[in-house]
């Protein structure tokens, strides 16, 4: 087994950055992750998990542009790296053999007739 | 109101900006807001500034937190006042170890005390309706006392469902818990169950795995205990299965419930079975009127209604009844229900007035208080004794700036670190010992490791005892005057000590007022048990008569029994000999006063009765079974006898007249010495002993004398087995039924003596610090005097003679307030053991032996220096 490094939430936040594209700062990210979840997830949190995630390579930042709104201050706009999409992948195609070798749930079952 | 008058709370974003890290505040502060604007649109301004706080709070993390945090000037102070404090810590490694030592066996305590406490005030919440459900108690007048009992007529339960509806949710009653057997195939178990109404389940909210709260309303269902189900079924669903109930009925199994805590009043239930059936076994019941009390009556209150409303209305409901009877007008019966949040700290009536258990918790609370009094007292008394060690360090940071208020921050910063040690240490410790303290309580404590109140309480303790410790230290270190330190002037004068030898003298008062309190608590349980009790408790085995067919065995049952040999003989009684279970009044004698009245315990036996328990007889005789006319006699004990008033009662001839049922003239054909039954704390209950063998439930089997009781019990258990294959054989040895009368008081004994031991060590270690500190400081002293020729003698008197004299100040200071204390205890029981003097004498020596022995260690030591070495310093 790979190991992925990339925890449940980590791994939620990074597709968002992905999904976000230009807007993908932390309030919006973080409005997001409430929209498809459901769950609450303070801007902090996700602040945190972002700088978490560009340490480890996943996600580059940049301070975007001056806009009128909120005050003429500057967003930090993230955006994936190369690697952060590889691992993406690897997180995903891991838990697809998972599964497939899954006895009673094998994927092929759910196949729509 | 103008949308522009909404801004982000200033607070919290200055709060931000104070702690943010300085190169994140720009993105920050835009997303906070942006997201405070999204709040706004969708709610008021008040949730978007809680909004907003509560995003600056979650950006509370270490990535975020600004360099400077770590970098100002408070900061790198508290660092130096830690690093200080640790440094002191080692330097003086003894003190530091008496001082954390002592102060981790208060806090153990304390947290001990603290969950025994806590388990105390939770006891029975784990049901929902805590604060709703209520019991019926009812109260009488006898004699000129009050009592109180919650047993009641059937009818009563009748009578508040039918007329006194709207004041409850529901009226539930419960028969006596008692043991029944459960037969499932071969094997048969006897098991503790209670007989109740189908509503009970949802007034308790019985915890259902499996069934509803309708399970028991077919007269033939059981609900068992998960262990029950677990213990009779395996892992099988025992839903709807069926169970052979005390080999004559045949239950279903309608429900299963999760085992309740240890802290509830159910807790040792295991089945229920409805009362349905329980009235199906004993139609008796229904006939019984107002005077015949056997049930117990739990209501949940309307939510319209209040306790005291609802007992006033239910007050006169049973005397409304019975007050035509003219033994009722003098006794007066009145109900009152006891509020569930009462049922266990104040569960005790004395003569109408409520206490119980709270008692014991006030009791150990104010233990646990002094306990930890005492650590902190050493850690007063440490910290300033050592004062002249630190003055220079005082001298020279006042000089160089520090003001009063720094230092005083100082010292206390100092008494919070050796908290917080001896509190994790005290953790540890607590830890190792709540199994013991369990089994000494008879709790299933544990330490609520996860539970984020008992972190958040432990720190509100640290805090506060840090205060405490650390406060007189802190005010009277920081009160040096600098000049003179450094002058090298500087010297504590005589009247410096005089604090530290009152908190010595507190200490040892306290610790001294612990022990006496401890022997008389023991000395008490000793008279108790060496009270007489009547009858011959070795060798008395009770049976209790579990299943119809023992009644009509029984002939069969004692010869086969006396056939083994180990038997001697099988006498059948009402209830065991250790208890009453039937107490009546309506009793007539010759020269009765208009309005006495007794409260007698009425006790039907077999001829043999006597002989089997070997009752000490006074005059008289005991039954024959060979004399029919013994049918109509008595047998009293002498407490009747004195009742009644007379010398001699034998011949004599008395009616009774139980109101439930015929009157009937009895003769006393003998009178016995006091039989204990119930509390050996309280005067023996009038008794007369019948042979009308109504009611008998058990069997009293006496071994025969020299018989190995092992091999008794085994014959005896072979022999029941063979004359009933499905009913398993239980037992209780006399001797041990006696014995847990005294549980109470015993655990209440033993959890003294640990507190008392705990205090005399606490105390002993800060006087074993205190003598250490003035022996050293003395050292030149001695030296010198040695050096004239003072003995080693001489010496130990001098180091030693002011420590006695203080604990000798401390014995004499506790001597009145162990005395009154303790007789205010001892109130509480009728039958009490009288303080004698020599517990003070004793207590005051062992006191001064300790101390002693405490200080001398040091004296000796710093006595027996060579004076060459302690004058050699410098």
Redesign the interface.
């Known amino acids: 087994m790979k190991e992925t490094r990339l925890g449940e939430f980590e791994e939620v936040i990074l597709l968002l950055v992905g999904i976000l594209g230009e807007e993908a700062?932390?309030?919006k990210i973080?409005?997001e992750f409430k929209e498809q979840t459901g769950r609450a997830a303070?801007?902090?949190?996700v602040?945190?998990t972002l700088?978490?995630l560009s340490e480890k390579g996943f996600v580059d930042s940049a301070?975007g542009n001056a806009t009128s709104?909120?005050?003429g201050?500057?967003?930090?706009i993230y955006t994936i790296t190369a690697y952060g999409q590889q691992v993406l992948k690897e997180a995903r195609d891991f838990k697809m053999s998972l599964w497939n070798q899954h006895p009673t749930l094998s994927l092929d079952k759910f196949s729509i007739a | 109101m103008p949308e522009t008058q909404h801004t982000p709370p200033p607070a919290a974003r200055r709060f931000l900006q104070f702690f943010l890290r300085k190169d994140l505040l720009e993105e920050v502060e835009g997303d906070l807001e942006e997201s405070y604007y999204a709040k706004l649109e969708e709610s008021s301004g008040l949730r978007a500034n809680l909004h907003y706080w509560y995003q600056v709070i979650n950006y509370l993390r270490p990535f975020a937190l600004s360099e400077k945090q770590f970098n100002n000037n408070n900061y790198t102070m508290v660092r130096n006042y830690l690093k200080i404090g640790w440094r002191n810590m080692f330097r003086n490694l003894g003190y530091s170890l008496i001082n954390i030592g002592g102060m981790a066996l208060g806090l153990s305590t304390v947290i001990l005390i603290g969950l025994w406490v806590h388990d105390e005030l939770t006891y029975n919440r784990n049901h929902v309706n805590y604060e709703s459900v209520g019991q019926i108690m009812r109260t009488g007048n006898l004699n000129g006392e009050k009592y109180t009992t919650n047993w009641l007529p059937y009818a009563l339960a009748l009578e508040l469902r039918e007329n006194y509806s709207h004041l409850f949710d529901h009226v539930v009653t419960a028969f006596s818990p008692g043991s029944a057997i459960l037969g499932l195939g071969t094997e048969s178990y006897s098991k503790s169950m209670i007989p109740v109404d189908p509503e009970f389940i949802e007034a308790f909210t019985l915890p259902m795995i499996s069934g509803n709260e309708q399970a028991l309303e077919d007269p033939y269902s059981i609900v068992l205990s998960e262990s029950l189900a677990q213990t009779l079924f395996g892992d099988e669903d025992p839903y709807f299965k069926s169970i052979r109930y005390n080999n004559k009925h045949d239950l279903k199994v309608t429900g299963v419930f999760r085992d309740l805590p240890h802290n509830s009043r159910f807790r040792d239930v295991e089945f229920f079975i409805s009362s349905e059936l329980n009235l199906i076994d004993n139609p008796w019941m229904l006939e019984q009127g107002y005077t015949n009390n056997f049930l117990q009556i739990y209501v949940q209150l309307n939510p319209q209604r209040s306790y005291d409303e609802v007992s006033a209305a239910i007050q006169e409901v049973i005397f409304e009844q019975v007050k035509d009877q003219e033994h009722y007008t003098s006794v007066h019966p009145q109900l009152f229900v006891h509020p569930m949040e009462k049922w266990h700290l104040y569960g005790e009536w004395d003569n109408g007035v409520n206490t119980g258990r709270i008692r014991y918790v006030k009791l150990f609370g104010t233990i646990g208080i002094f306990i930890l009094l005492l650590a902190c007292i050493n850690f007063m008394n440490l910290s300033t004794a050592r004062s002249e060690k630190r003055a220079r360090e005082i001298g020279v940071r006042k000089s160089i700036g520090s003001g009063k208020a720094q230092l005083i921050f100082q010292f206390l910063t100092e008494s919070l670190l050796i908290v917080s040690i001896s509190f994790v240490a005290s953790l540890l410790i607590s830890a190792l010992l709540t199994g013991v303290f369990n089994q000494l309580a008879d709790k299933h404590l544990a330490i609520p490791w996860t539970n984020p109140y008992f972190w958040l309480i432990s720190i509100v303790f640290i805090l506060a005892t840090g205060l405490l410790a650390g406060s007189y230290p802190s005010f009277y270190l920081s009160a040096f005057n600098p000049v003179r330190i450094l002058k090298g002037t500087f010297r504590t004068g005589r009247n410096s000590s005089l604090p530290r030898k009152i908190l010595v003298v507190i200490q040892f008062t306290v610790s001294v007022v612990l022990v006496i309190g401890t022997i008389v608590v023991h000395q008490q349980i000793q008279y108790a048990k060496g009270k007489p009790v009547g009858y011959e408790r070795e060798g008395l085995v009770m049976v209790p008569m579990a299943t119809d067919e023992y009644y009509e065995k029984y002939e069969l049952i004692r010869d086969r029994l006396v056939e083994t040999g180990y038997v001697a003989d099988v006498a059948q009684s009402m209830g065991p000999v250790t208890d009453v279970w039937s107490s009546n009044g309506g009793f007539t004698w010759k020269g009765q006063e208009p309005n006495e009245e007794g409260d007698f315990a009425t006790i039907s036996v077999s001829a043999n009765f006597g002989d089997v328990v070997k009752w000490n007889f006074v005059e008289g005789r005991n039954f024959s079974e060979d004399m029919a006319s013994d049918s109509s006699g008595v047998i009293l004990n002498e407490t009747a006898v004195k009742l009644f008033g007379m010398d001699q009662a034998e011949g004599e001839v008395i009616i009774w007249d139980p109101t439930w049922a015929e009157t009937q003239t009895y003769r006393v054909i003998g009178v016995i010495e006091d039989v204990v039954m119930r509390s050996p704390y309280f005067p023996n209950m009038p008794a007369a002993y019948f042979l009308d063998g109504r009611g008998v439930s058990h069997l009293n089997i006496r071994i025969r004398e020299g018989a190995s009781l092992t091999s008794a019990l085994s014959a005896m258990e072979e022999t029941m087995r063979s004359i009933f294959p499905n009913v398993p054989f239980t037992y209780e040895f006399a001797d041990d039924a006696y014995a847990r009368k005294f549980d109470m008081e015993e655990r209440v004994g033993r959890l003294a003596t640990a507190f008392a031991i705990l205090a005399i060590i606490i105390s002993c270690l800060g006087l074993f610090g205190l003598a250490a500190y003035v022996a050293e400081q003395k050292t030149k002293e001695i030296g010198i005097r040695k050096v004239v020729g003072a003995s080693t003698i001489n010496l130990w008197g001098m180091l030693t003679k002011n420590f006695i004299i203080l604990v000798f100040v401390s014995s004499l200071m506790s001597i009145p307030l162990a005395y009154f204390g303790m007789n205010e205890w001892l109130q509480d029981y009728e039958y009490r053991v009288s303080i004698g003097w020599w517990v003070f004498g004793l207590t005051i020596a062992g006191a001064l032996l300790v101390a002693v022995l405490t200080v001398s260690y040091q004296a000796i030591r710093a006595a027996r220096l060579n004076p060459v070495v302690s004058l050699r310093s410098e």
Request: proline fraction near 0%; charge should be positive; avoid cysteine.
């Open positions: 700062y932390a309030f973080a409005a303070s801007i902090g949190s602040h945190s700088n978490r301070m709104e909120r005050g201050r500057r967003k930090r």
